[in-house]
């Protein structure tokens, strides 16, 4: 079992995906038939879409990511815009969604 799908709700979508697409994961806008034009990237088999939020303000999840390295992923989340979190393995995007990293060679 995994997540296939991880959906994020921002109320700066293009912002949002501009800053993951710094830090690593490709967004690609898209849109389902008549649905809201959004941005989707591919982390394996899992999906990261950012949907517009509709005026209700940005979701504020925690989501983990296995990194090939916490110091350089660290590094590249800091200067794209991200902040630290409450300790060496937590990061927070600019619309405050916490992400736990960690090491891929643990998986």
């Not at 350089?72 to 619309?95: C, N, Y």
Request: glycine share 10%.
């Amino acid at each position: 079992m995994y997540f296939s799908l991880i959906v994020l709700r921002s109320p700066n979508p293009d912002v949002l995906a501009a800053f993951y697409n710094k830090v690593g994961i490709a967004m690609t806008p898209e849109q389902h038939d008549d649905g809201p034009q959004h941005f989707a990237g591919s982390l394996g088999r899992s999906v990261l879409e950012i949907y517009p939020s509709k005026g209700q303000g940005a979701t504020t999840i925690t989501f983990g990511l296995a990194v090939e390295s916490i110091n350089v992923f660290r590094a590249a989340w800091l200067s794209t815009g991200g902040r630290l979190g409450k300790h060496e393995q937590m990061v927070i995007d600019p619309d405050g969604n916490s992400v736990f990293i960690e090491e891929q060679s643990k998986w």
